[in-house]
Every structure is written in structure tokens, then in C-alpha cells.
T-cell receptor
Framework: DVKVTQSSRYLVKRTGEKVFLECVQD?????MFWYRQDPGLGLRLIYF???????EKGDIPEGYSVSREKKERFSLILESASTNQTSMYLC?????????????????FGPGTRLTVL | KQEVTQIPAALSVPEGENLVLNCSFT??????LQWFRQDPGKGLTSLLL?????REQTSGRLNASLDKSSGRSTLYIAASQPGDSATYLC???????????FGRGTSLIVHP
């Protein structure tokens, strides 16, 4: 089974702090994604990566950056946390070739990190 | 740009009913369509993936169908149980993209 893990289930930070959210997948997937989910707004894509050291902006990249130094790990960084970044953050991964690692572009999600910025 | 709509937004049914959740998409040139389940405060769990060349997929009491020409997918849940209570989301990935477009979900309550 594909497993996607996130470093924390719950996180409380103060305004202005630098925040790191880590995501690790164990299925050698090429693609990794960071979303945030808010009531009434659904899932919104922050950043995605289709290869090591490659990244692309999603729909709402402002205030965020990402790092992918190794294929299995994708980090989301809040440079200076603000209260409007309080949200559920979800990481996902997918394979571009399918097979035992899941269907072509089938997304697998981590358990989520509930971030509260005070 | 792909848009995905799920209707209804919420559904409450008695245990044992067979039910259908709907997902519509605007761009019929999709690679695949995926159904997810999300429990409160948790991540999304993949239920079924239908590739563009397929018409349906089945897993246990779940059956998902895909009709690209009409821009619709349905998730059929047979003999619903209280444990099926969750939010169900669909996501369509268009041709040439790695990135799915998600619907807002249908919140399902199955009461005993």
C-alpha cells in the first residue's frame, strides 16, 4: 500500500514564525502536491513538484515556498506565518507511470496537518 | 479550464438504502476520474480510479461509472451503512496534466 506521512497532525504557531510542514511518501512517486482545505472553499493547490528540485506554483502560492531535495520528501514552508494561514494542510503524491505504485496519476493523500496560527 | 461540480452538497439517508452520488465535469478530455472519501479532520482516502478508457470500476459495495460524452461520473453505494457517513469527493484530471480538479464534495450521513 502507498503510504504518505505528514510530520504533524496538529500544530500551533505564532504570527511571524517560520513554519515547516514535512511530507514523505514511500512509493517512489514522481509527483507531490501541497493543498490547503478550508470550509466552503474546498481543496486549493498551493504548490506541486513533478521531480526532485522541480516545483510549480499552484492556485494560491503567496506566502508559501516549497523544497524537494529528495524524491520521497516534499516540504512546505510558511516564511512568516499569518492568522489567515490557519487551515488544514494536505499532502499528496502520484505516479506518472501507474502499475504497482497506483494508477496513472492516481493521488494518495497523507493524514493532514491542522495548523493554527495565533 | 476544468470545473467539477458535485450535487447534492449534502445527503441524509436511512441505513440500507442504495444511493447515487453525482459528479459532473466541463472538459470531457479527461485522463481519469477519482473518487475519494474524507472523514472529519482526516485526509482523503482513494476509493476508485477510472481511467478514460474505462466505463466503470467496482470495489465491494461501491461502483463508479464514467460517461465522458455527457461529462458525468456517478458513485453508487449499495446497502448503505452508518460507517459510510463521510464526505465524498471526486476529482478529474484533464489530458496533459498531473493536476486533478476537485469538486467540493457531498457530505453523506447514513442514520441507523
Amino acid at each position: 500500500d502507498v503510504k504518505v506521512t505528514q510530520s504533524s497532525r496538529y500544530l500551533v504557531k505564532r504570527t511571524g514564525e517560520k513554519v515547516f510542514l514535512e511530507c514523505v511518501q514511500d512509493m517512489d512517486h514522481e509527483n507531490m502536491f501541497w493543498y490547503r482545505q478550508d470550509p466552503g472553499l474546498g481543496l486549493r493547490l498551493i504548490y506541486f513538484s513533478y521531480d526532485v528540485k522541480m516545483k510549480e506554483k499552484g492556485d494560491i502560492p503567496e506566502g508559501y515556498s516549497v523544497s524537494r531535495e529528495k524524491k520521497e520528501r516534499f516540504s512546505l514552508i510558511l516564511e512568516s506565518a499569518s492568522t489567515n494561514q490557519t487551515s488544514m494542510y494536505l499532502c499528496a503524491s502520484s505516479s506518472t507511470s501507474g502499475g504497482p505504485r497506483g494508477g496513472y496519476n492516481e493521488q494518495f493523500f497523507g493524514p493532514g496537518t491542522r495548523l493554527t496560527v495565533l | 479550464k476544468q470545473e467539477v461540480t458535485q450535487i447534492p452538497a449534502a445527503l441524509s439517508v436511512p441505513e440500507g438504502e442504495n444511493l447515487v452520488l453525482n459528479c459532473s465535469f466541463t472538459d470531457s478530455a479527461i485522463y481519469n476520474l477519482q473518487w475519494f472519501r474524507q472523514d472529519p479532520g482526516k485526509g482523503l482516502t482513494s476509493l476508485l480510479l477510472i481511467q478514460s478508457s474505462q466505463r466503470e470500476q467496482t470495489s465491494g459495495r461501491l461502483n463508479a461509472s464514467l460517461d465522458k460524452s455527457s461529462g458525468r461520473s456517478t458513485l453508487y453505494i449499495a446497502a448503505s451503512q452508518p460507517g459510510d457517513s463521510a464526505t465524498y469527493l471526486c476529482a478529474a484530471t484533464s489530458g496533459g496534466s498531473y493536476i486533478p480538479t476537485f469538486g467540493r464534495g457531498t457530505s453523506l450521513i447514513v442514520h441507523p
